[in-house]
């Protein structure tokens, strides 16, 4: 019978390194993290630099900021922590399948069978802990026989990590009572008699110790030895979106390939469906007889499980793929999917088109896999007085402005991303030009409105305001030009700042 291997995984800052990892500014600043508990705010997570000053976890935010006057105090996000080590669960999978979440800041992992893959135990936990260290975490990590000793090892261990097989009692010998995990009364009480390491009590009788500790204690110092099991609970993977559909007989033809990622399509789909997902991305890969792969990607402007919209999107696609001599096999895989959001029941309101109109998406999704995504653009409203910095472009359909356009002064269809410097003739003090020279080219003025003054920001910059026009020349055509400052200003300029249609 194999014998069972345990690691535990401590993530001594698990809160401060994900917020540094998120926000670079914070490294080498003192922060902690913090939360209100019973009427005053308790410190829930702290980083290095003030762990070093005496800042400890349950400490009162108060008394840490008088030990650190300039510590940086920021909000707990509740339930990141669970987020966190879920997440980095998943991501240990790789190094076995049996991982489970020690809450709140720990991993053990049942890695039984699984050292001798990467050269030994040793290779083994150096593999892991380095590639989480890369990662911006302090872990410390330990082995043994149950996950009792090798939680102890990792959290209060001196000298070595890895424990070798039957050897646990002597490991716990000289570590104190809490490298058991006990409750905090319990240590309590036993360090109060006296009893600071393990060594100290363990030869006491059972009896002895179930009528001055309770059933806990001997519960924890059996599964540290491995005289009971500790039921763990598993983290599961989530099972990729992903199909596949291998063939009788090689596929070469137009309409084959449709009919396969028609079946595809709707295998998937119908998973998605059912589990109130859509997907935002899909790769189709063919596998050809003579070993090479091919492979066509779309994407969606929000989730979706509408076969029909994605066979479309896929079949711009077709042409692109070369089945050579067949292919043998297809795969479909859906590596971003998101939650789908209730169909609305009217396409059309009174109102108009709306960006939740799903035939719009739809319609933006064929634009994009047909002219490329980088070609369509969404812009949203900001609160700034600049023309070009009152827009800025939307992630997604999604996107919700912030603020309401501006609709009281007409604005070009086409603005340029920096104005452009011309040579006018106007005049003074405040007419609009006469005419203006761009690119070399002379445009005579004809029709002129304004001028429009649009201020700078106090509190973002100082300079000069612009003093805008809208003008139509000779032919009919129309910009929109502004003059820099007052004429009488050594920085005074006129510039081209956009097209009327």
Same mark, same amino acid.
């Given at each position: ?5 345990? +690691? ?15 926000? /670079? ?5 003192? *922060? ?36 650190? &006057?300039?510590?940086?105090? #920021? ?23 049996? $991982?489970?979440?020690? %809450?709140?800041?720990?991993? +053990?992992?049942? $890695? ?7 050269? =030994? ?11 989480? +260290? ?96 500790? /039921? ?58 003579? =070993?090479?792969? #091919?492979?066509?990607? +779309? ?14 999107? *896929? ?11 067949? #292919?043998?096999?297809?795969? %479909?895989?859906? &590596? ?64 919700? /402005? ?7 002064? /007409? ?24 005419? *203006? ?44 030009? *502004? ?12 510039? %081209? ?5």
């Amino acid at each position: 019978m194999m014998n069972k291997r345990f +690691i535990s995984l401590w993530f001594r800052h698990l809160l401060t390194d994900w917020l540094t990892l998120r926000r /670079p500014e914070l490294k080498g600043v003192p *922060f902690i993290i913090t939360t209100p508990v019973q009427n005053r705010v308790v410190v829930t997570a702290t980083n290095l630099l003030v762990e070093a000053q005496g800042v400890t976890v349950g400490m009162p935010a108060a008394d840490a900021k008088a030990i650190v &006057p300039d510590l940086v105090v #920021i909000d707990e996000i509740p339930g990141q922590a669970a987020k966190l080590i879920k997440a980095l669960g998943e991501w240990c999978i790789r190094y076995s399948p049996l $991982v489970a979440a020690d %809450l709140p800041d720990g991993l +053990i992992l049942d $890695v039984s069978g699984c050292a001798h893959l990467w050269g =030994g135990e040793r290779a083994y936990l150096k593999e892991i802990v380095t590639r989480l +260290i890369s990662k911006g975490y302090d872990v410390r990590g330990a082995m043994a026989d149950t996950a009792g000793t090798a939680w102890a090892i990792a959290r209060f261990g001196k000298i070595k990590p890895i424990i070798g097989p039957g050897m646990q009692t002597d490991a716990l010998l000289t570590l104190p009572p809490a490298a058991l995990r006990l409750e905090p009364a319990i240590l309590e009480r036993l360090q109060k008699l006296g009893f600071y390491t393990i060594k100290s009590f363990m030869g006491i009788g059972r009896s002895v110790l179930r009528r001055r500790f309770g059933q806990e204690l001997l519960l924890r110092i059996d599964q540290a030895l491995g005289n009971e099991n500790e /039921p763990l609970q598993l983290l599961h993977p989530v099972e990729p979106y992903t199909e596949r559909l291998p063939c009788l007989e090689p596929i070469r033809t137009a309409t084959a390939i449709e009919i396969a990622i028609k079946t595809l399509l709707e295998n998937l789909c119908r998973r998605l469906q059912s589990e109130g997902m859509g997907m935002r991305t899909a790769i189709l890969k063919g596998y050809r007889v003579d =070993g090479r792969i #091919i492979q066509a990607a +779309i994407g969606t402007s929000k989730a979706t499980h509408h076969t029909g919209h994605l066979f479309k999107l *896929f079949e711009l696609k077709i042409a692109t793929l070369a089945p050579g001599l067949g #292919i043998e096999l297809f795969t %479909l895989e859906a &590596p971003k999917v998101e939650e789908v959001e209730p169909e609305q029941e009217a396409l059309w309101s009174p109102e108009g088109c709306s960006l939740e109109d799903s035939s719009l998406t739809e319609l933006l999704d064929k634009l994009a896999n047909k002219i490329g995504a980088g070609n369509i653009h969404r812009y949203l409203p900001q609160e700034r007085y600049w023309p070009e910095q009152s827009i800025k472009p939307a992630l997604s359909v999604k996107d919700k /402005p912030a603020t309401t356009w501006r609709t009281g002064r /007409p604005r070009p269809s086409l603005l340029l991303n920096r104005p452009e410097k011309i040579e006018v003739t106007f005049r003074l003090p405040d007419y609009p030009p006469m005419l *203006f020279i761009y690119k070399g080219e002379v445009h005579h003025i004809n029709k002129a409105d304004g001028p429009e003054r649009i201020e700078r920001e106090w509190w973002a910059d100082q300079g000069l305001h612009r003093d805008y026009y809208m003008i139509e020349d000779n032919e009919g055509r129309r910009y929109w030009l *502004f003059r820099l400052g007052h004429y009488t200003d050594v920085e005074s300029a006129w510039y %081209l700042h956009g097209y009327f249609a």
